[in-house]
Structure formats: structure tokens, C-alpha cells
């Protein structure tokens, strides 16, 4: 069975501060690692990662993948109240007709002033 | 336009209703999916339509039944659903890409359902 795993499960920072979230998997025919962004309804697409060792960059955002290692993680930078959201990490398979997505449990940010 | 629409945004119904949610997309998205998301928990993938034909059904309850009327849109038809069955619905489409492989799910607002 198809297992992602978000460590921490929650975290509270100062606006300022540096954070790093990570996602680890085990997913038979891995095709992708995405990060959502969720905050009260749906979440929002930050960042697909299918070759390890290349970081992707938004702003504040980035994010590496591990093939060997099976992980990933997302950094932010100069973190925002705005930053404070539920990050979800999700790995692609392709079952030959379709993507299907596992999700983590995700990590619960919580930024404060 | 690049957004995935749901309609309604929230529905409340007894456990002898039948009821439908829509979702729709314009991006020309040939995948689209059905998930199920309690408080605190991450999406549940339900249901998966690839070119209007379904692909992938998660075991889920014949309680439920998707329907894709065409490649813009997909309905979820709901009856004698149970209060368990309360959550939020996430509709989401993806992009097939020329190697066969499947970009990244834009996801609908949702709509929550609360059933009495």
C-alpha cells in the first residue's frame, strides 16, 4: 500500500523565522511529488518534483526531492502569518489510464507576530 | 480559465435524499477526480475519469455514483448517504502530457456536505 509520511505534523514559528517541512514515501510506480498549500477550502498547487537534486523556487518557497532516499522537503523562508496553512505533500503514480495522488497527513504551520 | 468550479458550496440532506454535486473545468483537462476530506485529514481520492470513462474507483460505497457527461464536466450523484458521510468534496483535473504522464491537480473549492 502507497504511504506518505509528514513530519512535523505541526509546528508554530515566528514571523521571520526559517521552517522546513518533510515528506517521506513509499509509492509503488512514483511518477511525482507535489506540495499543496490548504487553508480553509481547496488546496493550491506550490510545487510538482519529479527529478532528484533539482530545487524549485517561488519567492519565499522551495523545494527538493530525493529520489534515492525517498523524500522531500519544503523550505520557507522569512515566514509570514499569511504562511500559516496546512502543507500537504502528495506522490503520483500512474496506474496506465490515470494519476492517482497520496496524500500525507500534512503539516499544520501556524505563524505568529 | 484556469479554475475547477463546484457547485453547490454547501448542502445539507436527510439520509433519504438523492442529491448531485457538479464540478466543472474549461483547461481541457482529460482527468478528473473526486475526493473526500474530513476535518484535520488529507483528500481521500474516491473517484478517477480518464477521457470520460472511469478509471479508478476506490471501493467506495454504492451510495455514491460519479458520472462524466463529457470532458468539461463530472457529477457525483449522492443517495441514502449516511451521517458518517459528512465531509467536505474536492473536485480536481489534470493534464495529460505527451510522455503519458499526468501533471499537477488543480482542485475545486469544494462543497460541504452535512448529512442529517
Redesign the interface.
Known sequence: EDKVVQSPLSLVVHEGDTVTLNCSYEVTNF??L?W?KQEK?????LF?L?SSGIEKKSGRLSSILDKKELFSILNITATQTGDSAVY?C?V?A??G??????????TRLQVTL | DTE?TQTPKHLVMGMTNKKSLKCEQHMGHR?M?WYKQKAK?????MF???YE?L??NESVPSRFSPECPNSSLLNLHLHALQPEDSA?Y?CAS?HKTVL???????????TRLTVL
Do not use: C, D, W
Not at chain 2, 100 to 110: A, C, D, K, L, M
Open positions: 511518477r511525482s507535489l499543496y477550502k481547496a488546496p493550491t498547487f510538482m519529479t500537504l502528495a503520483g500512474n496506474t489510464t490515470a494519476s492517482k495522488l497520496t496524500f500525507g497527513t500534512g | 475547477v482527468a477526480y485529514k488529507p483528500p481521500e481520492l478517477v475519469y480518464s470513462k478509471s479508478i467536505l474536492l489534470s503519458g504522464s499526468y501533471n499537477e491537480q488543480f482542485f475545486g473549492p469544494g
